[in-house]
C-alpha cells in the first residue's frame, strides 16, 4: 500500500535535523496535493456519531522539537481523539507505575489481531498483550492514579491536555454515541476482571476510557503532543516536562510494535517511525529527536488507519529521513581503522 506511491521520492537517512524551513514546507504542500484526490476506504461507522464526519477533509502538520510548526490543509478542524489517546494515557500510566510493572501487567507484544478482538485475550489466559489493543488500553486506564473514577479521569483530561498544550474538551455527541455502541468494550473489561487483569469496577473503567476517546483534537494538537514524546518528554509549545524521557522511550517502543494493530509490521517496513492512529482519521508519528507529524483524514482501511493519512507518512518519512531504519554509507576515508 506504501512502497508503490513513494519509490519516486530519494531514501533521506535519518541523520542530523530537519531540511530548511521552506522546504520542510514544500514537502508538506506536496504530501497533501499527491493524496488530495486519494478516495480509498471509507468512514467508520460502528460508532454512529463518527459516520458523520466529512470524508473529504485533509490536514497535515508538522511540529519539530525546537516548537517550529508547518502545516497545510485542514490542521485546526476538530475530531474525536479515539485510538491514540492510548499512547498518552499509557505515557502517564508508565510515569506512575514503571516500566517493569506495565510489561508484566499489561505486555508489550502485538496480538496479529484487529483491535477489539476478544479472541486475543482468551488465547492468552487473559494477558491484554499490548496497551494499544482495546483489552490493554482498557486495562491501562484502570491504572491511571486516583482513589475515585472522578480523579482517575481528571488525570486523564489534565494529562493529555498538557500533552497538547491546551485544555482539551470532551466531545459529548461521540461519548454519547459510542457510550451506547460500546457493548463489545463492556465484555472486554469483564473479560478482563473475570481473569483478575483489570484494577477496578468495569463500568466505571469503561466509561472513563470511552471518555478519553471522545476527548476533541486536531492534526496541529497531534503534532505537538508526538513532538513531546520525539523530545524526551519536553512540550514544544510550552516548555513544561510532562513525562521523563525513559517513559517517552518505553512508549515509543511499544507504538513502533504495535501502534498500527495489525499492520504495524508492514508500518514500521514501509515508513519506519513509532506511530498511533484512531478511527476518526487521525495519525500521529514520531521521530524522535526530530518531531512528530500529526495527520486528518477520515477515510480508512479495514484495519481502522486512515488511507491518506498513511499515504502521506511514508512520502515524509522519506522525503524528510524520518524512517529509524535508514542509512548511508561513510565515505571510504571515514570507516578506515588504520
Known amino acids: 500500500m506504501f512502497e508503490a506511491d513513494v519509490l519516486d521520492v530519494p531514501q533521506q537517512a535519518l541523520t542530523g535535523g530537519l531540511p530548511e524551513i521552506p522546504h520542510v514546507d514544500e514537502l508538506l504542500r506536496e504530501a497533501h496535493a499527491r493524496y488530495s484526490a486519494d478516495r480509498d476506504g471509507a468512514v467508520a461507522t460502528y460508532i454512529p456519531a463518527l459516520a458523520a464526519a466529512d470524508p473529504e477533509l485533509f490536514g497535515l502538520s508538522l511540529t519539530e522539537v525546537d516548537g517550529t510548526v508547518h502545516r497545510v490543509g485542514d490542521t485546526a478542524e476538530h475530531f474525536s481523539i479515539q485510538s491514540i489517546s492510548k499512547a498518552f494515557v499509557l505515557a502517564l500510566v508508565c510515569e506512575s507505575m514503571g516500566h517493569e510493572e506495565l510489561h508484566r501487567t499489561v505486555g508489550v507484544n502485538n496480538t496479529g489481531l484487529p483491535f477489539n478482538s476478544v479472541i486475543a485475550l482468551e488465547l492468552n489466559d487473559g494477558n491484554p498483550m499490548n496497551p494499544m489493543v482495546n483489552a490493554g488500553a482498557i486495562a491501562t486506564t484502570a491504572f491511571m492514579p486516583g482513589n475515585t473514577a472522578e480523579e482517575k479521569w481528571e488525570g486523564i483530561r489534565s494529562g493529555l491536555s498538557r500533552f497538547a498544550g491546551r485544555e482539551l474538551a470532551v466531545d459529548e455527541q461521540v461519548l454519547a454515541s459510542e457510550s451506547a455502541s460500546n457493548h463489545r468494550n463492556q465484555g472486554i473489561s469483564d473479560l ?44 514544544p509549545r510550552t516548555g513544561e516536562r510532562i513525562v521523563s524521557p525513559e517513559v517517552c522511550r518505553d512508549v515509543l517502543s511499544v507504538l513502533a510494535a504495535c501502534g498500527m494493530y495489525e499492520r504495524s509490521g508492514e508500518w514500521l517496513f514501509e515508513i519506519g517511525v513509532p506511530a498511533k492512529s484512531g478511527v476518526s482519521g487521525g495519525i500521529v508519528a514520531v521521530a524522535p529527536g526530530k518531531g512528530a507529524l500529526g495527520a486528518f483524514s477520515p477515510r480508512l482501511d479495514r484495519a481502522g488507519n486512515s488511507v491518506r493519512g498513511q499515504r502521506a507518512c511514508a512520502f515524509l518519512s522519506r522525503a524528510l529521513g524520518l524512517n529509524l531504519f535508514a542509512s548511508i554509507p561513510r565515505p571510504p576515508e571515514e570507516t578506515s581503522h588504520g
Open 192 to 235: 478482563l476482571t473475570s481473569y483478575g487483569r483489570l484494577r477496578g469496577r468495569p463500568e466505571e473503567i469503561v466509561e472513563i476510557y470511552t471518555r478519553q476517546c471522545s476527548l476533541l483534537v486536531t492534526a496541529d494538537d497531534l503534532a505537538v503532543m508526538g513532538a513531546t514524546l520525539a523530545d524526551g518528554g519536553t512540550n
